[in-house]
């Protein structure tokens, strides 16, 4: 659906569009968020962050406003400030949160040294990369139960497997991992 | 909050990352997704939706003095809530001025009643006293009795909506118009009625509202959508009454606004609606009451063409569904083309045709016979699930049925889950597995296979007897042979059987051991043996090391002659011209025991000539024995021969009792022969461990000075028959020398 459909039908059918945009970029705002708030945030707040990105995208993208073209931009743009601004009330233990505007939310990221994130993001490749090369289901129950956290229980769920299957799969999959990323080691 | 971990790296990420998480690693969470949505949504109309509640306030009409009698106000339908009869009045009036006449997109070719087609709606009919279900609060109601209470009631069924829909749709309703003021007036009047009826008995009291409960009352629940239709009487004339809304589901808890909600009054004839929706009701019921089944050429699932089932795709499906049909369980497939209108109405037919008749008990197959034979047809329509699941193993069709409602929905996959309240209906019927499914692949024009899993199908089976190797058609033929059986496993299993059956099927596992299926037929049944057995180096059965896997029974006698018909052994193959009646002929006799040459009597020999092939090293002998058989020994032989169950084998080697070798290990033999004018014929009979075979050669001859010659063997026609004959019985050869000894 493009950007101009999507504004029709926002004006025809309101809690329709909010359907489709939800639906489209929940696992996108969700990535984010949780991307951000990971550490800091239990599931409460990064469901209650995710809310208020879309709440705020509802409101901001409505038939009238004049925003052009790129709805990704912008939703990544609404998500990114919006889990900073969670961050930084997590962290500092305000309670109320504060708005942050796009401008600040630029600052924000080149704050950290240039060399250092790009080294990071390297890592974080090549930590991808290692978790994708041990296949299906083991990529998604490591990246499940390591970075999303969830228990064996709903990953079992997830991927139609017993607890006790994932369990014994996680174990094995994270020798695996460790194995591929030593020799990525001393292969660099 | 996460622990810490070697993933944190991934945290707080460049795009590049995220954008890598979310399309390879997507966090798959969707249980909350719903919970998040709606979040969302109230979190926006707080900031963005003042104007309704000005709205709400200005209201002349006080709409939220919900009095508690509402509480009582019972509901039909296992999810069903609503608003009642005179506060729909109440609200109407307000609601007329803020909404346009809903009917008016409504399609003109077909007329349909203002609250929707009562034969596409499953209405459910209104009972009083079911328990509550369910409770929803107006969520912007001030006051704090500003909810419904949620009913169950039963289904009314397709036929009595069908009926109902007739008539509904056939009447023209007159909207009461908001600006009338007569109908204000009256409505108005009814409502202050209820109110100070009602509002004396406030607490706890339940329901005087509904004192006339004979009133019918409709509710419509699908997903998180309320259709209400009440009649009432309020004097000057009757009202139908339709309310519609939507609520959402936060916590457990139900909510809705107001604003959802539509409120619609007609001017009916209240008299009419009641006889007649009381008629269709109660006629109806007595339709209903026949207790045996009676399907009138439509399955018991409906009319197949009239949902859109699809067959269901696997994992590399385009959509991956799951669907929670209860707590524990969940249906997980792969999405699927829908069935063409075409081919949806064969299949109807096709199962309309049938005799649907309930399992009691289904029958399994014995486990070497399982295969993981499924079929399975699925139809979503958005609100009700329906499963047709061919079974292949115990011959049954599964109907599963209830209505669902979407958790969560992204590309390539969708999460639906039973709505809450509403029965799952699981009913099984007898089927004959396999011609459907070959029924049903015609009409598809693919095969919707059921070989798949199947290890019976999937092995090489050969005959023990003669190692000959089932083909593809012949294993299928007897897979679906047996399949049609109805099995019964013998309590105790012999700790021996030894693989002595008259049919035998083996096939050679992987680990080098031997797998037998023994067929043998008794007089009233077919008893059938699973064996594994051990071979020694040399591919030897040494007599001992067997396990029965399985030994049972099926009541068909049949069963052994089928097989030996698909393996090509027909019981009833004809005998050759030539011997059928063995009396117009000199037949004469002579033993050969292969283990003896004193009993092959050269010297008495009438005829035995030799030629040399082109290697000077080869001869053809035909000898004509010298021991006449008296006739009416000969008609003793030809009628056993004639009752003798015959079925034609390939020519094998063994059989050739013309050269025979070392190897040959035939027990016995004996041959008869003959003479006419130019031919020589020799019929020998040779015993088999477990059965009997029978060969005749011709061969021509001539006479020179007094001396018969064969002729070159370039002439000769050999065999009468091309096919060796064979018997299951190895005693025929006794029998014949019993008879010949008299």
């Not at chain 2, 069935?339 to 309930?358: H, T, Y």
């Not at chain 2, 034979?373 to 209830?402: E, P, Q």
């Not at chain 2, 797998?515 to 007599?543: A, C, H, M, R």
């Not at chain 2, 005998?575 to 009597?601: A, K, Q, Y």
Request: proline share 3%.
């Amino acid at each position: 659906m493009t950007d101009q459909q999507l504004r029709r039908l926002l004006s025809s059918s309101p809690e329709k569009a909010h359907r489709l945009i939800f639906d489209e970029y929940y696992n996108y705002v969700y990535t984010i968020v949780f991307n951000r708030l990971r550490s800091l945030g239990t599931p409460e707040d990064i469901d209650e962050c995710i809310s208020d990105v879309f709440a705020e995208i509802f409101t901001k993208y409505n038939s009238e406003s004049s925003h052009s073209g790129n709805i990704k931009g912008f939703v990544s743009a609404i998500a990114r400030n919006r889990s900073v601004d969670t961050f930084r009330r997590l962290n500092s233990g305000i309670k109320a949160s504060v708005s942050l505007d796009a401008d600040e939310a630029v600052q924000l990221s080149s704050d950290e040294r240039i060399d250092e994130q790009a080294e990071r993001t390297e890592t974080a490749h090549a930590l991808l990369d290692a978790v994708k090369s041990l296949g299906e289901p083991d990529s998604t129950i490591i990246i499940q139960k390591y970075y999303y956290g969830r228990s064996s229980e709903d990953i079992g769920d997830m991927i139609d497997m017993k607890p006790n299957t994932v369990r014994k799969r996680l174990s094995r999959a994270l020798s695996r991992l460790r194995d591929i990323l030593r020799e990525d080691d001393e292969g660099r | 909050m996460n622990e810490k971990n070697e993933f944190d790296i991934l945290e707080n990420a460049e795009s590049s990352v995220t954008d890598r998480l979310e399309a390879e690693f997507p966090p798959r969470d969707n249980r909350e997704k719903e919970k998040i949505f709606r979040m969302s949504e109230r979190k926006f109309n707080n900031t963005s939706a003042p104007d309704t509640e000005k709205e709400q306030t200005v209201s002349g009409v006080e709409v939220y003095r919900r009095p508690k009698w509402q509480r009582g106000l019972s509901i039909a339908a296992a999810c069903a809530l609503v608003v009642g009869g005179a506060t729909g009045g109440a609200y109407a009036l307000k609601r007329f001025r803020n909404t346009p006449a809903a009917e008016s997109q409504l399609d003109t070719q077909k007329k349909v009643a203002p609250f929707g087609d009562f034969s596409e709606l499953e209405y459910q009919l209104c009972d009083y006293n079911r328990d509550s279900m369910r409770t929803v609060t107006i969520e912007d109601s001030p006051e704090a009795y500003g909810y419904f209470e949620l009913f169950s009631g039963p289904i009314i069924s397709q036929q009595k909506r069908d009926k109902l829909a007739d008539f509904f749709n056939n009447y023209d309703y007159e909207e009461i118009a908001a600006d009338t003021d007569e109908a204000i007036g009256v409505v108005n009047e009814a409502v202050t009625e209820a109110e100070t009826i009602d509002i004396s008995t406030i607490e706890d009291a339940p329901a005087p509202i509904n004192a006339d409960e004979s009133d019918p009352y409709f509710i419509y629940c699908r997903d998180n959508e309320i259709k209400a239709v009440k009649i009432y009487d309020v004097g000057e004339f009757g009202v139908l009454n339709y309310t519609h809304f939507n609520f959402e589901e936060q916590d457990g808890q139900y909510f809705m606004t107001d604003d959802d909600m539509s409120v619609e009054a007609y001017k009916i004839d209240y008299d009419l609606f009641k006889s007649t929706i009381n008629e269709i009701l109660s006629s109806e019921d007595e339709e209903e009451t026949p207790t045996e089944p009676e399907y009138k050429g439509v399955a018991p699932f409906g009319n197949f063409s009239e949902r859109e089932y699809f067959i269901p795709g696997g994992e590399d499906a385009e959509k991956q569904i799951f669907v929670k049909s209860d707590e524990e369980t969940q249906i997980t497939f792969g999405s699927g083309e829908v069935i063409s209108a075409e081919q949806s109405k064969q299949i109807e037919e096709l199962f309309n045709s049938l005799e649907w008749n309930e399992s009691v008990e289904p029958k399994t197959k014995p486990f070497w016979l399982v295969g993981i034979d499924r079929m399975t047809f699925i139809s979503m329509d958005g609100s009700d699930f329906n499963m047709l699941s061919l079974n292949g193993d115990n011959n049954t069709l599964t109907w599963d049925s209830f209505r669902y409602e979407t958790e969560s929905e992204y590309d390539g996959m969708a999460n639906y889950k039973r709505t809450e309240g509403s029965a799952r209906q699981i009913k099984t019927y007898d089927i004959d597995y396999i011609s459907l499914v070959n029924k049903l692949s015609e009409i598809m024009g693919r095969d919707l296979g059921y070989s798949i899993h199947n290890s019976f199908l999937n092995s090489d089976w050969s005959t023990e007897d003669d190692r000959v190797l089932l083909s593809e058609e012949q294993k299928r033929a007897i897979y679906e042979l047996l399949s049609s059986c109805d099995f019964d496993q013998a309590s105790e299993s012999p700790k021996q059987i030894s693989p002595d059956a008259n049919l035998v099927l083996s096939r050679e596992e992987n680990n080098g051991t031997h797998t037998l299926l023994n067929i043998e037929s008794n007089p009233d049944s077919t008893i059938f043996g699973y064996v594994k057995y051990e071979v020694d180096e040399n591919g030897q059965y040494n007599g001992s090391d067997n396990t029965v896997m399985w030994l049972g029974s099926c009541p068909d006698n049949t069963i052994e002659e089928k097989i030996s018909e698909i393996l090509g052994r027909s019981k009833n193959a004809p005998l050759p011209e030539i011997i059928t009646d063995l009396t117009t002929n000199d037949w004469r006799f002579r033993d050969l025991d292969l283990n003896s040459e004193n009993h092959l009597h050269y010297d008495v020999v009438d005829l035995n000539t030799k030629y040399t092939d082109g290697y000077d090293n080869s001869y053809l002998q035909m000898i004509y024995g010298t021991d006449s058989i008296p006739e009416d020994k000969l008609k003793l032989i030809s009628d056993l021969l004639d009752s003798t169950a015959w079925y034609e084998s390939d020519y094998t080697e063994q059989h050739d009792l013309l050269f025979p070798d070392d190897n040959y290990d035939a027990t016995q033999c004996i041959e008869l022969s003959m003479m006419d004018d130019d031919h020589i014929f020799v019929m020998q009979l040779i015993e088999g461990e477990n059965n009997t075979s029978l060969r005749i050669d011709a061969q021509s001859f001539f006479e020179e000075n007094g001396t018969k010659y064969l002729d070159d063997p370039d002439d000769i026609c050999l065999e009468v028959t091309d096919k060796i004959l064979m018997c299951d019985d190895p005693e025929l050869i006794d029998n014949i020398k019993r008879i010949i000894a008299g």
